[in-house]
């Protein structure tokens, strides 16, 4: 395998082990870059929620048991990874086991816990890396293409967008080193424009929406727990999004999937459907979404449908409830598709043209 980034936080209360586990990481991967992170108090609990991804309020066990003060983050390239099944607090996965079996034995050496944090793939290292110096491990390397210099660099800052995002470029590059996601549709006049008149917020697509949260540093709007609608600060406004995510049932659980399986890096710099998932979920979304198709849709999946050589397809068919109904039923037969209601009650679900009322 080629080698890995891959990084090591030794929390306040485990720098006392500090020197004993850099020495240790000498011998087992190369060192890269060490800092000593500051955080600010009164962000302490949301910067480590948003980095593990779940809720830990002011006060908790894990905040008391890593402590409040500085810490520690090693950046290591591992040159010779190996993986293998072991069990982790998500279960059985497949991981980098030096990277693992490292992380394992410092644990031990501060007194038992999580004192120590790792990461167990590339991936999580993106995740990670991201957050705490605004680059993934590709942009690391080339900022820092060198091994460790010896120096311990103070670094006082927050995770990245813990006050807000500067603009949704930054966004959205955050969300491209992090996870998965589509932004669904409207995505034409982004990024110079992010408040939709017409169609309001911005409809994402995600793997997991309440990653996504605490990675955008999302808040929700509605307390109502099936409701998928969030506002994030950017350049000092509100934006509002809606965070559908796979299994919810916007589209049927095969569909969501091939969209995030088959997106595409737009020359703008974010992930959107590709042109066939587009063009076909934006006919569901008007047509079974929608108490009535708007005009904007209308003259788009024309536009659309005369762009990808659609046959079949016209004003007409837009307009004849009975013939798009035909026409969506030929495409999500042929791909295994089916309607869904959605598991967001807000949603509208048009099930009269479905031949349900």
């Known amino acids: 395998m080629n080698p890995e980034l891959h990084l090591f936080i030794i929390w306040e209360h485990a720098t006392y082990c500090a020197q004993q586990i850099i020495e240790?990481?000498?011998v087992k991967f190369t060192i890269k870059r060490v800092y000593q992170i500051y955080w600010n108090n009164s962000n302490f609990s949301k910067n480590l929620s948003r980095l593990y991804g779940q809720s830990l309020p002011p006060g908790c066990e894990?905040?008391?048991?890593?402590g409040m003060?500085?810490?520690?983050?090693?950046?290591?390239?591992?040159?010779?990874?190996?993986?293998?099944?072991?069990?982790?607090s998500k279960g059985m996965c497949n991981v980098n086991i030096n990277t693992f079996d490292a992380k394992s034995l410092y644990r031990t050496w501060t007194g038992g816990g999580h004192r120590i944090h790792g990461t167990n793939t590339q991936i999580e290292c993106d995740h990670d890396l991201t957050l705490?110096?605004?680059?993934?491990a590709k942009t690391f390397l080339s900022y820092?293409?060198?091994?460790?210099?010896?120096?311990i660099h103070p670094l006082y800052q927050d995770l990245l967008?813990?006050?807000?995002?500067?603009?949704?470029?930054?966004?959205?590059t955050v969300l491209n080193w992090t996870t998965e996601y589509v932004v669904l549709r409207n995505f034409e006049c982004l990024p110079n424009q992010y408040h939709l008149e017409l169609h309001g917020d911005i409809d994402l697509l995600v793997k997991d929406a309440v990653e996504v949260s605490f990675i955008t540093n999302a808040t929700k709007v509605f307390l109502e727990e099936y409701r998928v609608h969030y506002q994030i600060n950017i350049a000092g406004k509100t934006v509002l999004f809606d965070f559908r995510y796979i299994g919810d049932n916007y589209y049927c659980n095969d569909w969501e999937m091939s969209i995030l399986r088959n997106k595409e890096l737009s020359h703008k710099g974010f992930f959107i459907p590709n042109q066939e998932d587009y063009f076909f979920s934006l006919i569901?979304?008007?047509?079974?979404h929608k108490p009535t198709i708007a005009q904007d849709y209308i003259e788009?999946?024309?536009?659309m449908a005369n762009q990808l050589n659609i046959e079949h397809f016209s004003y007409q068919t837009l307009t004849n409830n009975k013939e798009l109904k035909l026409f969506l039923d030929a495409y999500m037969s042929k791909k295994g598709y089916h309607y869904s209601v959605p598991n967001d009650l807000s949603v509208f679900f048009n099930s009269a043209v479905l031949g349900g009322g």
């Open 161 to 172: 967008g813990t006050n807000g995002w500067q603009d949704i470029q930054q966004l959205f």
């Open 144 to 151: 820092f293409p060198g091994n460790w210099d010896g120096v």
């Open 284 to 288: 569901y979304h008007a047509f079974i």
């Open 132 to 136: 705490f110096i605004s680059c993934n």
């Open 62 to 66: 894990k905040q008391i048991h890593c």
């Open 300 to 303: 788009r999946l024309i536009a």
């Open 69 to 88: 003060g500085p810490f520690i983050l090693v950046i290591v390239q591992d040159e010779n990874p190996v993986y293998a099944i072991r069990s982790t």
């Open 24 to 26: 240790d990481l000498k």
